[in-house]
Antibody
């Protein structure tokens, strides 16, 4: 069965960096675009970034552009989100999500989420 | 950016009620509209894609309609497991914005 398992969250000081991982299993990872979506405590969902199935294309929300980098290693079935110069407003649960089919932006599978807390 | 709004922001309903949630886009998105259900502490779950297509495994009491800028999610007969927050999301253009959510709770 399809599984997405995020890791790498935790408490980090403002200005520091953090890398999130999303380990995928149960499907042909290299065939699917992947996204990161976040949710600040008590707030709604916010799209963060997407990467194409082969890693050749990346897109970002303006709120993270220049600070966050999405990447993937298809040999390891793993998606990453490198976050730098973190600020309090980056505090959120970060979800990785698989798209329904190539070219779509419909998420049929989500990870359980990993909490990032930016605080001194 | 395309802005998404939802109404109401919250509603109270009883088991068996018919519930309708509206989502509006700031510009036409054709049928590039998804609906998700989220329960506290859980990841969202896909209910409806492309405005009106029921995701596999989702009960038929859920339905979606609309195109262009105005969309609706309907639950024909609310069940205890349906108390949750519902989000629409446009999948037409980056950034792929979500609506602010509609919380459905027990009257």
């Amino acid at each position: 069965q399809v599984q997405l398992v995020e890791s790498g969250g935790g408490v980090v000081q403002p200005g520091r960096s953090l890398r999130l991982s999303c380990a995928a299993s149960g499907f042909t990872f290299r065939s699917y675009a992947m996204h990161w979506v976040r949710q600040a405590p008590g707030k709604g969902l916010e799209w963060v970034a997407l990467i194409s199935y082969d890693g050749s294309k990346e897109y970002y929300a303006d709120s993270v552009k220049g600070r966050f980098t999405i990447s993937r290693d298809n040999s390891k079935n793993t998606l990453y989100l490198q976050m730098s110069s973190l600020r309090a407003e980056h505090t959120a649960v970060y979800y990785c999500a698989r798209v329904f089919k190539e070219g779509s932006v419909t998420y049929d599978y989500w990870g359980q989420g990993t909490l990032v807390t930016v605080s001194s | 950016d395309i802005q998404m709004t939802q109404s109401p922001s919250s509603l109270s309903a009883s088991v068996g009620d018919r519930v309708t949630i509206t989502c509006r886009a700031s510009q036409s998105i054709s049928n590039y509209l998804n609906w998700y259900q989220q329960k506290p502490g859980k990841a969202p779950k896909l209910l409806i894609y492309a405005a009106s297509n029921l995701q596999s495994g989702v009960p038929s009491r859920f339905s979606g309609s609309g195109s262009g800028t105005d969309f609706t999610l309907t639950i024909s007969s609310l069940q205890p497991e349906d108390f949750a927050t519902y989000y629409c999301q446009q999948s037409s253009n980056t950034p792929f914005t979500f609506g602010p959510g509609t919380n459905v709770d027990l009257k």
